[in-house]
């Protein structure tokens, strides 16, 4: 289910139930939108001036290859899927991006090698600062825990990596 805190800790509502369980889920606001991917499910609700969420969540141009425990990223009107694995469990490093428009997703969810992760991921964090995109931690393919942060800039629409540090204990 989705849920909100109203404003404080503790307090949790439950706003709205999903059309199927979603493990692996990845999520970010985009003005006054929650977008949600999982699977080649791309689902976008809007959050209520109360910070309820509105009711159903509408449906946007799918994924053209499933992904769980990946990121999402949304910055100025642009999706990212980061990373995750696909349906046979296998940790991805691809991006997928799409522009977001009123009615929907825009044309096709597109890749550029460019804009792969230097080490394929999944189960990972991702927070966004300005125009950088930071893809912290998670798995490799081997089920291994990644200690790396790579450093993504987008400019123009597109997003590259370059490598960060390691994380210190």
Do not use: C
Not at 85 to 93: S, T
Not at 125 to 134: C, E, H, K, N, T
Not at 147 to 158: C, F, H, K, L, P
């Amino acid at each position: 289910t989705y849920s909100t805190h109203q404003g404080k800790l503790g307090a949790v509502t439950v706003e709205d139930t999903l059309p199927a369980a979603h493990a692996g889920a990845a999520a970010d606001a985009h003005g006054n939108t929650i977008v949600l991917v999982h699977g080649t499910a791309v689902r976008r609700v809007t959050v209520r001036g109360d910070g309820r969420l509105a009711s159903p969540a509408q449906g946007l141009t799918a994924l053209p290859v499933s992904r769980r425990f990946g990121a999402l990223v949304v910055h100025d009107d642009r999706a990212y899927v980061i990373g995750g694995a696909d349906e046979n469990d296998l940790v991805q490093a691809s991006v997928y991006q799409n522009t977001l428009a009123e009615s929907g997703a825009g044309d096709t969810w597109q890749t550029a090698a460019s804009a792969n992760l230097a080490t394929a991921r999944a189960g990972h964090g991702v927070a966004r600062a300005g125009s950088y995109v930071y893809a912290v931690g998670g798995r490799d393919g081997s089920g291994v825990a990644l200690r790396s942060v790579e450093i993504g800039t987008i400019a123009a629409g597109a997003l590259t990596w370059a490598a960060g540090s390691e994380m210190q204990t």
